[in-house]
């Protein structure tokens, strides 16, 4: 079964209006997750790592005041794209590592339409 | 972390073994080689994993080169269900599971 899930698996929102995605481990505690988005035809492209109390390190080219993210406890992170737009539709993803860091798990996706 | 180079498609008949090729020839000594999949509209799984000697699991097979400079993923018995894009991808220790995907290679399993 899923060990990292994420909520919603779909979402639609008017434009200029904010969303939140939840990516939660499911059975271990993760210290650090990753937050990905994928467009059509296209690979993963990493956004974020997200350490549980600290600030989140984005990748460049990210805005942080776009998608804040937030990792509040060793089992929940949360991505909001604020005030969204058509363009930031898109496939949002997460993975997390915990204790056993040699294997990476990944959420099932979370699938943004902005109309 | 080290960049990996993959073939952009390839086909393989229902039944049989697909072997998937990866290239790392800038692998360091500490970083492993991951290999991940992803099928339509999902979140990429995580097949195996390795660093020198070769592993195997319910899933599939990794063939690592003595030098380390390539790998091989091996589904032993291709179904259609296998058909996805598959990511090779070079992770050291100290990166605390921050995995860069490339483009991988799309794996269409045909009846």
């Known amino acids: 079964g899923a060990v990292v899930s994420q909520h919603p698996s779909r979402v639609i929102c008017k434009s200029g209006t904010s969303v939140k995605i939840e990516c939660r481990s499911l059975?271990?505690?993760?210290?650090?997750m990753f937050w990905y988005r994928q467009f059509p035809k296209q690979s993963l492209m990493l956004m974020a790592t997200?350490?549980?109390?600290?600030?989140?390190?984005?990748e460049q080219g990210v805005e942080k005041d776009k998608f804040l993210i937030n990792h509040a406890s060793l089992t929940l992170s949360t991505l909001t794209v604020t005030s969204a737009h058509p363009e930031d539709s898109s496939f949002y993803i997460c993975?997390?590592?915990?204790?056993?860091?040699?294997?990476?798990?990944f959420g099932e996706g979370s699938w943004l339409t902005v109309v | 972390d080290a960049k990996t180079t993959q073939p952009t498609s390839m086909d393989c008949a229902e039944g049989r073994a697909a072997n998937l090729p990866c290239n790392h020839s800038?692998?360091?000594?500490?970083?492993?080689v991951y290999w991940y999949r992803q099928i339509h509209s999902q979140g990429p799984q995580y097949i195996i994993h390795?660093?020198?000697n070769n592993e195997t699991n319910e899933m599939a097979s990794l063939i690592i080169t003595e030098d380390r400079k390539s790998s091989t993923l091996i589904l032993p018995h291709a179904t259609l269900r296998d058909t996805a894009v598959y990511y090779c991808?070079?992770?050291?220790?100290?990166?605390?599971?921050?995995?860069?995907f490339g483009q991988g290679t799309e794996l269409s399993v045909k009846p």
């Open positions: 059975d271990f505690q993760a210290t650090t």
């Open positions: 800038t692998i360091s000594g500490n970083e492993y």
């Open positions: 993975s997390a590592s915990g204790g056993h860091w040699n294997t990476i798990y």
């Open positions: 390795g660093l020198k």
């Open positions: 997200s350490n549980e109390g600290s600030k989140a390190t984005y």
């Open positions: 991808i070079a992770l050291s220790n100290n990166q605390g599971g921050k995995l860069i």
